[in-house]
């Protein structure tokens, strides 16, 4: 089974508009973190923002947050105010177990947002 | 804002040869990573590292990669004898100082290819 699950392969959003990028995951683990990174077409990664799984309220970024829904094991990226810089695939990562003791990032498969003028 | 940089951008060797992906991760991190991209596909993890061992690893880090931290500032992935399949972009990374994995922060990757 996908620990991590990406259902959206490409999506479009106009410029200033808000747009919610999907993630659900899978861990029987009471502790892990979630997190959400970028890659340009230059290739780097950039981290953007990330959720512990007991932190109560949503990670926020500037234009990123998250939304969390522990039940539904969901862990969507919203981007507010898209800029035409935001054109990228977007990865949802997981590590399972505690921040002390795990190592592991477990990535799903991105989606490329493209933001239209 | 500190940033993990990775050397070369870009390598090709011919297949049987040994690379060493260079990287320098950021400068107060404790613990560092390797993960690889093939063309198209998931960024999949291989290793990562602490205290001068190996804290775990893949079961793509076979005997034919191998990582070192030879001075105070640089981190190395070997692997001994490329193959076809070894072609991918190689992405460095390092977190802490405090726990391993609330930030971790990438290099920008080295793109190897092999012929």
């Known amino acids: 089974a996908q620990k991590i699950t990406q259902t959206q392969p490409g999506m479009f959003v106009q410029e200033k508009e808000a747009v919610t990028l999907d993630c659900t995951y899978d861990?029987?683990?009471?502790?892990?973190?979630l997190f959400w990174y970028k890659q340009p077409s230059s290739g780097e990664m950039i981290f953007l923002i990330y959720?512990?799984?007991?932190?109560?309220q949503n990670a926020t970024e500037g234009r990123y947050s998250l939304n969390f829904q522990k039940a539904r094991k969901s862990a969507n990226l919203v981007i507010s105010a898209s800029q035409l810089g935001d054109s990228a695939m977007y990865f949802c990562a997981m590590r399972e177990g505690q921040a002390d003791s795990s190592y592991k990032l477990i990535f799903g498969s991105g989606t490329r947002l493209l933001v239209r003028p | 804002e500190p940033e993990v940089t990775q050397t070369p951008s870009h390598q090709v060797t011919q297949m049987g040869q040994e690379v060493i992906l260079r990287c320098v991760p950021i400068?107060?991190?404790?613990?560092f990573y390797w993960y690889r991209q093939i063309l198209g596909q998931k960024v999949e993890f291989l290793v990562s590292f602490y205290n001068n061992e190996i804290s775990e690893k893949s079961e793509i880090f076979d005997d034919q990669f191998s990582v070192e931290r030879p001075d105070g500032s640089n981190f190395t992935l070997k692997i001994r004898s490329t193959k076809l399949e070894d072609s991918a972009m190689y992405f460095c990374?390092?977190?802490?100082?405090?726990?391993?994995?609330?930030?971790?922060?990438f290099g920008s990757g080295t793109q190897l290819s092999v012929l």
């Open positions: 959720q512990g799984s007991y932190d109560e």
């Open positions: 400068s107060n991190h404790l613990y």
């Open positions: 861990t029987s683990d009471q502790s892990y973190g």
């Open positions: 990374a390092s977190s802490g100082p405090v726990t391993p994995n609330e930030k971790l922060f």
